[in-house]
């Protein structure tokens, strides 16, 4: 079989392409659409962003309705309540839509927060070194050793319950873990010859940090992100089960859990759509933020 010669349309395209070649984040994001499970949790999970956005303000019932003469009545379309009536006769369907909304912005509110503190955090003691990190890093283990649930009444007693505070609570108690990834990724990335080429060029401390390590971190970053905004959610929903998260109007997954567990024996309805909601979410970003490590992961190329 002869070859086509070097002048041909075909092999200009294959020298071109030799040449151009891919970079690290499109290696990455074709690997990552390549993984089916991660591509499926990503359409699931956008419609469910939607729905929770859009969904309340287009339905026909309102969260707080009270519907005096339908109390605990089972899923039926003949009203228009798909998913049953709660105990206060309201629509099941609307309020696990406007709790979808809530969870989901708790876990984006709280994943920044602790994105923001502990990248900043952890990257300024790994860079810095020495006993300005052996301080941060023992603040670090002495907030650690609070207990959350504590840390959380503490935050209430003082400043009131607030949905808000919920999102700072549970974000400034993540962003522990997120430092010591960072800082840990820091201390490998602070004798790299581009670091000190910085250095060199008389750039200052805080140029270094910003503009050469962080950006380097975006990888397990990203990833641990991804995996942080579930945990968040299950933390949120631990707090409303126990009393201590969204209060009435206002609901959450972990609230109507906490609800439907109360009347699963008369209502089953109440907990099965509440608690397939929520592993539905999670599978979605757990299978997300595993897709997004092995195609970042360098081992697996």
């Known amino acids: 079989m002869s070859l086509p010669p070097l002048h041909s349309p075909n092999?200009?395209?294959?020298?071109?392409?030799?040449?151009i070649g891919r970079s690290l984040w499109a290696d990455a994001r074709a690997r990552l659409f390549r993984n089916k499970a991660a591509v499926i949790s990503m359409y699931v999970l956008a419609f469910l962003v939607i729905i929770a956005i859009f969904g309340p303000l287009l339905w026909v019932h309102k969260f707080d309705k009270i519907y005096i003469d339908r109390v605990l009545n089972p899923p039926s379309w003949s009203d228009m309540h798909p998913f049953g009536n709660d105990p206060q006769g309201r629509d099941l369907f609307v309020r696990l839509l406007y709790g979808l909304r809530i969870s989901l912005a708790v876990g984006v509110v709280a994943t920044t927060?602790?994105?923001?503190?502990?990248?900043?955090?952890?990257?300024?003691?790994?860079?810095?070194?020495g006993k300005i990190d052996q301080i941060m890093m023992r603040i670090v283990d002495i907030l650690y050793a609070l207990p959350f649930i504590f840390f959380v009444i503490i935050l209430m007693v003082v400043f009131g319950r607030n949905i808000f505070l919920i999102f700072l609570a549970i974000g400034a108690v993540e962003w522990l873990t997120m430092a010591r990834i960072v800082r840990g990724q820091t201390l490998s990335l602070r004798k790299k010859e581009y670091i000190e080429a910085a250095q060199a060029a008389g750039l200052s401390t805080f140029d270094i940090i910003t503009k050469h390590i962080v950006p380097n971190l975006l990888g397990p970053v990203v990833v641990y992100v991804t995996l942080t905004i579930p945990a968040v959610i299950l933390q949120e929903s631990l707090l409303s089960f126990l009393g201590l998260g969204v209060q009435e109007p206002m609901t959450s997954l972990g609230n109507l859990i906490s609800i439907g567990a109360k009347e699963m024996e008369i209502a089953p309805w109440l907990l099965i759509f509440p608690a397939a909601a929520m592993m539905i979410t999670l599978f979605c970003l757990n299978f997300i933020g595993d897709g997004l490590r092995d195609a970042i992961d360098p081992k697996d190329r």
């Open 11 to 19: 092999a200009a395209v294959m020298e071109k392409s030799a040449v």
């Open 113 to 129: 927060v602790s994105l923001t503190i502990g990248v900043l955090w952890g990257a300024t003691a790994g860079y810095l070194g």
